[in-house]
């Protein structure tokens, strides 16, 4: 996220240093909601129940198997069956009891899984998770970090699978320290039909933050820092700097559903799994770009400047370095830019990305930071503006896939 890539401050090795109780596992990821079958359950264990007595010369085990297969017979086909096959077409997804629970150990994974988001204050895209089976909490969906950060209190007690496997401070954009431990746990997405996925993965739990700079009125929390708009800060990017790359809770999905995801800012969704659009332009690093796919940058129509980037879905809006100014100008006031200046961003090769005119277009529109040196943030302006995949191949890169078009059946 822009300006809030982590730091890693004195990393301190500390596994088994707290107890929590019961290393084994504690609680696991919520159950779905009954199936209709579990409604009858009780009416078909009740006719299980005859008094295999009346058949004295009938071993008692065998009568009741009997009469337990035809129970179960008759009511799989009179009654679930037909249930379920006229179900979708009269209630679709959202028939009560339907919702299916997917988990690490489950063998009917779907090819993707569809997550709602939103956007909170025009350029922090966010969705509901669930850590430990606990209540549901929204995070910042953030392509500059890795590693899931929130706050201790919205972690589930009970879902805690094991022993903290170390203790560490990260920073936000040199605005927000905090201290944390890493805590193994589980992290559950619910999808547009109350389905849900669950992940086994790691957790950084907040234990208490403060302002980098000691300023009174500075932010205190992880919620004052995003100005409110969520409790926690989900990093997805495989080659961000913090806080814990080795454990990204997207990548900890089971199957190929922890393969990649997909951000839908335009349509609202987060996918994961593989890329569901083909044509794209592929970006080799996500979210920093390697060298070899560096982006260019444009000002008012200048000739482009090469530029190392970071590519961020929570980097509000973004920077931008002097050099990049060059031959077109533009002079910055107080680190922004004058409004009605026009930004246009390329691939390496000269491909379109994206592109805004500051202060003129609907919505807030603010000027990217200018800075004396380092290299480009996009900001959310990217994401704003089409589908963007982050890719978890090769591994500790990864890939930034933008656009494209989708998959024909």
């Given at each position: ?36 079958d ?7 264990d ?34 679930y ?7 979708p077409?009269v ?18 994974l779907?090819?993707?899984?569809t ?20 209540a ?7 392509t ?17 699978t ?22 193994p ?55 961000a ?22 951000i ?64 077109s100008?533009?002079?910055?006031v107080?680190g ?74």
């Amino acid at each position: 996220m822009s300006g809030r890539r982590h730091r890693l401050v004195g990393a301190v090795s500390a596994v088994g240093a707290f107890l929590v109780v019961g290393a084994a596992p504690l609680a696991t990821a919520p159950a779905a909601n009954a199936d209709w079958d579990d409604l009858f359950a009780p009416f078909v264990d009740a006719f299980s129940m005859v008094d295999p007595g009346i058949a004295a010369d009938t071993d008692p085990g065998s009568a009741l198997a009997s009469l337990d297969t035809l129970l179960n017979g008759w009511y799989q086909d009179l009654i679930y069956t037909p249930i379920h096959s006229i179900a979708p077409w009269v209630f679709g997804d959202a028939l009560p009891g339907s919702a299916v629970a997917y988990g690490p150990d489950s063998t009917n994974l779907p090819d993707s899984f569809t997550v709602p988001m939103h956007v909170n204050l025009n350029t922090q895209p966010v969705i509901n998770i669930s850590v430990g089976g606990g209540a549901q909490t929204e995070v910042l969906v953030d392509t500059g970090a890795a590693g899931l950060v929130m706050p201790i209190w919205n972690i589930n007690p009970f879902g805690i699978t094991g022993l903290p496997t170390g203790f560490n401070i990260g920073q936000f954009g040199g605005a927000l320290n905090y201290f944390y431990m890493e805590l193994p746990t589980t992290v559950t997405f619910t999808g547009e039909n109350g389905d849900t996925l669950t992940a086994d993965t790691t957790v950084d739990a907040v234990l208490f933050a403060f302002p980098a700079n000691f300023s009174p009125f500075g932010p205190w929390s992880i919620e004052s820092y995003l100005a409110g708009s969520s409790t926690g800060i989900l990093g997805i990017g495989p080659n961000a700097l913090g806080p814990t790359p080795d454990h990204i809770p997207t990548a900890d999905l089971p199957g190929t559903l922890g393969n990649g995801v997909l951000i839908d800012q335009p349509g609202g969704k987060l996918i994961f799994g593989d890329n569901p659009l083909e044509g794209g332009t592929v970006i080799q690093g996500a979210p920093w770009t390697l060298p070899t796919s560096d982006l260019k940058v444009s000002i008012n129509g200048e000739a482009p400047t090469t530029v190392r980037a970071v590519i961020d879905s929570g980097g509000v809006y973004g920077t931008l370095p002097t050099s990049a100014l060059a031959g077109s100008g533009v002079t910055p006031v107080n680190g922004q830019l004058p409004s009605g200046t026009t930004i246009e961003v390329f691939a390496k090769d000269g491909t379109p990305l994206y592109s805004y005119t500051v202060g003129t277009q609907t919505g807030e529109v603010r000027s990217p930071t200018v800075i004396s040196s380092g290299g480009m943030n996009t900001g959310n302006w990217l994401f704003a503006q089409q589908p963007v995949y982050i890719s978890y191949t090769p591994d500790g890169v990864g890939k930034t896939i933008i656009g494209g078009t989708p998959i024909e059946p």
